[in-house]
């Protein structure tokens, strides 16, 4: 049995603190992306600033791939656990 990992927005090259608990590095990324949506359509300038980065990134070739590869590596790495209430 697989248990939930945990990474916070942050940890995922976003802004804040809230974390993310997924089985799988796709759950997280999922979840990771509707939570930006959210606060890309709330206006949180700390969120737009990453959501900027990101971009930038995007122009690079193969610069995409290797950070969302580097953060699948990363949760790969974490330790299962239970995910705090």
Do not use: I, Y
């Amino acid at each position: 049995m697989v248990k939930m990992k945990t990474m916070t927005c942050k940890q995922l090259g976003g802004a804040c603190d809230l974390e993310f608990h997924a089985d799988t590095f796709e759950e997280m990324a999922e979840q990771s992306k509707k939570h930006g949506m959210e606060m890309f359509q709330s206006g949180d300038v700390g969120h737009l600033r990453a959501m900027h980065k990101m971009k930038e990134l995007m122009q690079s070739p193969g610069a995409m791939t290797e950070w969302f590869e580097n953060k699948r590596k990363e949760f790969d790495a974490l330790p299962p656990g239970t995910p705090k209430s």
